[in-house]
């Protein structure tokens, strides 16, 4: 789950990092309100889960009550690349001597976590770490003893942080690394961390993922993210409990298990075609899940035919065909103008291609293995393009 900028920061300012005086809002009269609150000059800010905020102009500095109103007008309602900007943040303006960044992820190959401290802050960082790779100092940390205070002082002077500052960027680093541990974040970044004028360390922008199947642990952080901007199928299948990530392709796809779904998009695009969705309907779905996976699939205008790729274990077979065949019911001609290629693999899968060929559904399409279903689902999908 992906926060915006704002709600990082309030994270930030949890965990003792500084973070510069604002306020969130939600039309021109908070803004200005706001800017009042923080004192002039003010940055008007954009919050969208996007970058680029600035050079689409979703960021602007006001030196007064009428420009924060010109500012606010022009960038609420702002699309900044298919992202509709629907709050700001209004921050008191911040002198900037110097610009580093800082980040703290998974590193997954090395399975520890990453602690990655440059001085090329307010930079594109993989511009850095391609063009500059010494610039950029990384340090993988102990997830059983944590990041000393040694280790952090270590890499503010392997990075080249000011002589006169190491000792607060070593603490934006400690209290960036108890961010990502205790929130349960899978990226915790700043950038830029600012040294302003006065010698103060502070981060002027946030970057926080967090660890969506965490949550339960963190109740105070449900409701973040920028739920007006999640895409509409994405917010109702996690309203049914049904894991869906929206693709740019025209082939839905629906397996049990991640592991499979993932397997499954990557051959349908080996074939040739592009995945329109991730759909994993889980272990032991019944028929009314797979009806409304159907449902969900099917409200994409993009899908041109959809793939069934189940393996019966915890779910039966039989199950997910009767969902099928419901779903096609209750959709009536409109849903079964799709074509479905539907293989069906393990726990009672002779009974679910029985319940299937009985059903004689004009538009589904058996299919033995996965590249076969792949295979048909593609061209399946061509013929209904042309």
């Not at 209290?175 to 990502?180: C, F, G, P, Q, R």
């Not at 592009?274 to 699939?297: H, T, W, Y």
């Not at 994409?300 to 035919?305: C, F, L, Q, S, T």
């Not at 019911?329 to 291609?353: C, H, K, M």
Request: a negative charge; glycine letters at 10%.
């Amino acid at each position: 789950m992906d926060l915006l900028e704002y709600q990082g920061k309030q994270l930030f300012a949890r965990h003792g990092l500084r973070v510069s005086d604002g306020r969130v809002a939600s039309t021109v009269q908070e803004a200005v309100e706001a800017a009042a609150e923080v004192g002039y000059p003010v940055v008007v800010k954009a919050q969208v889960l996007i970058g680029g905020r600035g050079k689409a102009g979703g960021v602007k500095l006001a030196g007064d009550e009428a420009a924060v109103r010109e500012h606010a007008g022009d960038i609420l309602g702002m699309d900044i690349r298919g992202h509709v900007v629907r709050k700001l943040w209004i921050e008191h303006a911040s002198d900037i001597a110097s610009e580093y960044y800082a980040a703290v992820l998974l590193d997954r190959s090395a399975k520890q976590p990453l602690l990655m401290f440059s001085t090329e802050g307010g930079m594109d960082i993989e511009e850095v770490a391609e063009k500059t790779p010494e610039k950029l100092v990384r340090h993988h940390v102990d997830a059983l003893e944590g990041l000393s205070r040694a280790e952090a002082v270590d890499v503010a002077t392997r990075g080249g942080a000011d002589a006169d500052v190491i000792e607060q960027v070593a603490d934006a680093l400690l209290a960036l690394y108890e961010v990502w541990l205790a929130e349960d974040a899978t990226l915790a970044e700043i950038n830029p961390l600012i040294v302003t004028p006065e010698r103060e360390v502070r981060a002027l922008d946030s970057k926080v993922s967090l660890d969506g199947n965490a949550l339960y642990r963190h109740p105070e952080n449900q409701g973040l993210s920028d739920v007006e901007n999640i895409d509409p199928i994405e917010r109702r299948a996690k309203e049914q409990g049904v894991q869906y990530v929206a693709l740019d392709g025209d082939i839905g796809i629906l397996g049990n298990g991640a592991g499979l779904v993932m397997s499954t998009l990557d051959v349908v695009a080996r074939a040739g075609g592009r995945p329109a969705n991730f759909l994993d309907a889980g272990g032991g779905s019944d028929a009314e899940k797979v009806k409304q996976a159907v449902e969900l699939i099917l409200s994409n205008e993009n899908v041109k035919a959809v793939l069934f790729n189940i393996f019966g274990g915890i779910t039966r077979c039989d199950e997910v065909a009767r969902g099928l065949i419901a779903a096609f019911a209750d959709l009536g001609a409109g849903g079964q103008s799709i074509p479905f290629v539907v293989r069906l693999d393990g726990t009672n899968d002779v009974e679910g291609r029985r319940l299937l060929e009985e059903a004689a559904l004009p538009n589904v399409h058996p299919a033995a293995t996965m590249n076969e279903a792949a295979e048909k689902v593609v061209a399946l999908a061509r013929g209904a393009r042309s």
